[in-house]
């Protein structure tokens, strides 16, 4: 029989192993869960809680592209309780289940306390007969809603960061017109509103032989509209483009979001002082084969990723509990060489349609118009 528990729907029992419970629901978004947790009596058995702990922790440092995330898991709760998404395709809470069961018998007090994360038995010391199955726990499994984060927090960051960034801005002008005496600093990185960069003249055409490439890129208006996620800036939304020195491309953000260039990588940074997406590239080494790409695309957060127009773009996506976190790989073929370029997103749920699709979107389409002008 269907329950609601939580904030999961359909909750059903699926299968029992002594303390252990595995029900099977759905979350508040409609996505299929499996939900594993701890019988009521076992939960205040500290060498069992321990023991799941560890095992959360065994599946979060062994997981692999086969593996279906884990969505939430609370070990601090009065019931223990890890979320994970049920895909056909993927092996799920099952796993974590059945490496409990090597690790100690299903029912009863464990005989030795709960294992370290670095040398945990493999099997049981000496075999023993398998404990018989538990009937269903009662009363039903009782998993607390996600708790809201606290908005003080991000307050006092944001203030803390514009402070911050007054106190470098002024330091850096006092420094630079003792220094420099007036010239310009190309180095820093060219921010500009989409409609001035746009707007501006052509420069003049210089004789053969002078032209040299720009040291910042310019946004190109031309893109081709792709899209991983959500949807992209339109005409009229309020823009900054964001020009680093010697990228190959620039991209749009909001205007009120802050942007700082470490090793090739943008790190762009909303009001609220916690969501960011980083932009990085870098050029492949030797030919970039099918090989070579999978081991940079392994390297992303959030796996696994899925591939779209074979192979040369790569996306995932979570949503935890009032989270939005993605990843985005893009390979292009200048002709020259192959660049690989990456945005990762960790933003709040409400800023995941207005501010964290299009930046993406964005860097997907002025990245591959890079491809499109050699062709």
């Not at 009596?41 to 702990?53: E, I, M, Q, V, W």
């Not at 398998?130 to 708790?147: D, E, L, N, T, W």
Request: with cysteine; hydrophobic share 35%; aromatic share 6%.
């Amino acid at each position: 029989m269907s329950r609601t528990v939580g904030p999961y729907k359909d909750v059903a029992t699926a299968r029992v192993e002594g303390a252990y419970e595995l029900c099977e629901g759905a979350d508040e978004t409609g996505r299929p869960v499996q939900i594993l947790t701890l019988g009521s009596a076992s939960s205040k058995d500290p060498a069992r809680r321990g023991l799941l702990s560890d095992t959360v922790a065994w599946a979060y440092a062994t997981a692999g592209p086969d593996d279906a995330p884990i969505l939430v898991a609370d070990l601090e709760a009065e019931q223990p309780y890890v979320v994970v998404l049920r895909d056909p395709r993927m092996r799920g809470a099952d796993r974590i289940m059945d490496r409990l069961l090597t690790l100690g018998p299903a029912t009863g007090p464990l005989p030795v306390g709960p294992p370290s994360h670095s040398n945990r038995p493999q099997a049981p010391a000496s075999p023993a007969a398998p404990a018989p199955s538990a009937p269903p726990m009662s009363p039903p499994v009782a998993i607390p809603p996600p708790k809201k984060r606290s908005q003080l927090k991000p307050i006092l960051i944001g203030v803390a960061s514009v402070l911050a960034m007054i106190a470098l801005v002024v330091g850096g002008w006092i420094i630079w017109s003792t220094l420099a005496g007036g010239d310009s600093d190309s180095s820093a990185p060219a921010v500009e509103s989409a409609d001035e960069q746009s707007s501006a003249a052509a420069p003049e055409e210089s004789s053969a032989g002078d032209a040299e490439a720009p040291p910042f890129p310019e946004w190109n208006p031309d893109t081709e509209g792709m899209s991983v996620a959500g949807s992209s800036f339109e005409e009229g939304d309020e823009t900054t483009v964001v020009s680093m020195e010697g990228w190959p491309f620039a991209f749009l953000v909001p205007p009120d979001y802050e942007c700082r260039e470490v090793d090739r990588t943008a790190d762009c940074t909303a009001p609220d002082g916690q969501s960011t997406v980083l932009v990085s590239w870098s050029a492949c080494e030797a030919e970039c084969d099918d090989d070579a790409r999978e081991g940079l695309q392994e390297e992303l957060p959030y796996q696994p990723l899925q591939v779209y127009e074979n192979g040369d773009i790569g996306f995932s996506v979570r949503e935890p509990p009032g989270e939005w976190k993605a990843s985005l790989s893009v390979f292009v073929d200048t002709g020259d060489q192959v660049l690989h370029v990456t945005a990762v997103a960790s933003m709040d749920a409400d800023l995941a349609e207005t501010d964290a699709q299009p930046i993406l979107n964005d860097v997907l389409n002025q990245s591959k118009l890079l491809e499109d002008s050699e062709e």
